[in-house]
């Protein structure tokens, strides 16, 4: 009881912080990194759906980002339809394009599946590169700029994009913590855990996956036409980039994954120590803050293969325990 | 009584393997049947084939008169068909309760109400000081239980026990032989599948033999002891001449 009073004040202050934190942070450099961190949080936590609850590790949702990138763009230059309701619009297409990737991918389990979903985000770049005619083709094309147009999800100033970023986020997590305490959140959990058991139990594992993917690639949809409208520019090797299918996992494994937060904190981990290793270490030997990115990377996933969420647990735990010389050391 | 499990004329290949061969044999209502047999007799891929992990070649299986062959497994547990499996499958990292909890929701969408009854499960199966515990964290009786927790709070009607006291000591099989009793008082059809002749003595009334996926024999526990075959080709032939000897049959 105390602790949930504790948790909600740490959740009300975190939120408070959040919302005034553009008014503190005014340089632009500073709120790129807190978009960019908003940004790969909330991919994060619709890769985390799919990726973390249900443990279906797809390495192919850029194939969304993508989509929801192109099709708001599309309806904004070809039709002049706002972003708004491209984005909308976006994550309906990315949710229908889930129906048959899944349909393909799930076929196929673990190391096999994650092969087919990489295959399928590379197939949809390849498919903008090459149909020049319908979508700019491989130089892609610039968002017209109209200035100051908040109905055109264009704005003169960086905080309005970081409220966008926060609204997204904390959308996903709405979501996610709905979908955690309902029946779908165990039955995805036991999926992860062992299909056959979970069909044993009545489980409809093929639909449930099913209807999770849609919800991950709506909202990973979402993410492609923010990015799209942040940045003014569009081409397949941006929408569809393969960083962005590894970002998504990547801050997920780290952060601890079938977590509510732990994209999260997963994100905030990384990408502060990327961009610290940057101006620490970029005007050294070039590429070296990579080198050591990735070190710090290995060694995070070799220590704590729970992520940094599986930590605190356990720290938890063994905390609680008394006395502590009889808790489970690396349960 | 009507009859709750109705397999006739089954049969599965696996390759040039013949798994099952044109196995028929019938549960009726409050029973439990033991399937016994030696190693590579057929008896988990029957459970497989009623579960509908695999199709049938030819066959069918119907339970409580619904045809099963041609149905997924969720949908013949929805039809009130519940098994544990010869490994324990626990979902490791969930805790007893939240294990137990994922097979209520097939009856009750409401969190609480699925707590309630897996609550109510975990008690029946003597879990409940666990309940907080992570399932990989349990000894392996416990890990039994839990199997038999979560495929009662299916509410099942007919259980399918796959070698759920393999691997207990002795103490812990006669917990086990007493679960398995308080399941059939209960009212549940059980299908048990077991080594153990000491535990399938003591549970079941009805008892049907597979070899090479053949059924060789059917009856009750006396004659199927008595039986040249079955002696031949499963219990061995020390068997024969000490019937009432307690213990696990030689392979």
């Keep these: 009881m105390r602790l949930k009073r504790l948790g909600g004040i740490a959740l009300a202050s975190v939120i408070a912080l959040m919302l005034l934190l553009p008014l503190a942070v005014t340089s632009s450099f500073a709120l790129d990194i807190l978009i960019r961190v908003l940004l790969f949080s909330f991919i994060g936590t619709a890769w985390n759906l799919l990726g973390g609850y249900a443990r279906q590790l797809s390495l192919g949702h850029a194939a969304f980002f993508g989509l929801g990138a192109y099709t708001s763009t599309l309806l904004q230059i070809d039709f002049g339809i706002s972003p708004w309701i491209g984005m909308v619009a976006g994550g309906v297409v990315a949710l229908a394009a889930s129906l048959p990737i899944g349909w393909l991918c799930f076929r196929l389990r673990g190391p096999y599946f994650t092969i087919a979903t990489i295959a399928t985000a590379q197939v949809l770049m390849l498919i903008f590169l090459k149909f020049r005619d319908f979508a700019w083709g491989a130089e892609g094309t610039t968002i017209p700029n109209l200035g100051h147009a908040p109905l055109m999800m264009q704005f003169d100033g960086k905080a309005y994009y970081y409220y966008i970023a926060l609204g997204l986020l904390a959308l996903a997590l709405a979501v996610t913590a709905r979908i955690e305490r309902s029946r779908v959140g165990y039955y995805l959990v036991a999926i992860g855990e062992d299909e056959d058991a979970a069909e044993a139990i009545g489980v409809n594992v093929p639909k449930v996956k099913r209807d999770i993917y849609m919800i991950s690639a709506f909202l990973t949809a979402l993410a492609g036409t923010f990015y799209t409208q942040y940045i003014y520019f569009i081409d397949p090797q941006t929408a569809f980039n393969f960083n962005v299918s590894i970002e998504a996992a990547l801050v997920s494994i780290v952060g601890g994954v079938g977590t509510l937060w732990g994209p999260v904190i997963g994100t905030v981990l990384l990408e502060t120590t990327s961009a610290l290793l940057q101006s620490w270490l970029g005007n050294s030997v070039g590429g070296v803050q990579l080198t050591v990115y990735s070190l710090i990377l290995m060694a995070v996933i070799l220590w704590r293969p729970t992520g940094i969420m599986g930590f605190l647990t356990e720290w938890r735990a063994r905390r609680a325990k008394a006395p502590p010389a009889l808790a489970k050391a690396q349960a | 009584m009507a009859d709750a499990l109705v397999i006739n004329g089954l049969n599965k290949r696996f390759g040039g393997l013949r798994a099952v061969q044109d196995v028929s044999f019938t549960v009726r209502a409050n029973e439990t049947l033991a399937l016994i047999g030696p190693n590579g007799a057929g008896k988990t891929t029957a459970f497989n084939l009623i579960m509908g992990f695999y199709r049938p070649d030819a066959g069918s299986v119907s339970a409580f008169g619904a045809e099963l062959v041609g149905m997924r497994p969720h949908q013949v547990c929805a039809l009130g068909v519940a098994r544990t499996f010869q490994v324990a499958k626990p979902f490791g990292g969930m805790s007893v309760l939240d294990n137990v909890m994922t097979g209520a929701f097939l009856r009750d969408r ?98 049907v033999v597979l070899d090479h996926g053949q059924k060789i024999a059917e009856g009750a526990p006396k004659e199927i002891v008595a039986n040249p075959e079955v002696i031949r080709a499963y219990l061995g032939s020390s068997y024969a001449h000490a019937p009432a000897a307690p213990g696990g049959a030689a392979s």
């Design chain 2, 110 to 207: 409401s969190p609480d109400a699925a707590r309630a009854k897996a609550r109510e499960a975990i008690d029946f199966v003597g879990l409940s000081a666990r309940e907080g515990t992570a399932a990989r964290d349990l000894t392996t009786i416990d890990q039994r239980r839990l199997e038999m927790a979560r495929a009662l709070a299916t509410q099942p009607r007919l259980l399918l026990l796959d070698e759920v006291m393999a691997g207990l000591n002795p103490a812990e099989v006669d917990q086990a032989v007493a679960l398995v009793g308080k399941l059939s008082r209960r009212g549940l059809t059980i299908v048990i599948v077991e080594h153990l002749m000491r535990a399938i003595m003591a549970v079941a009334k009805h008892i």
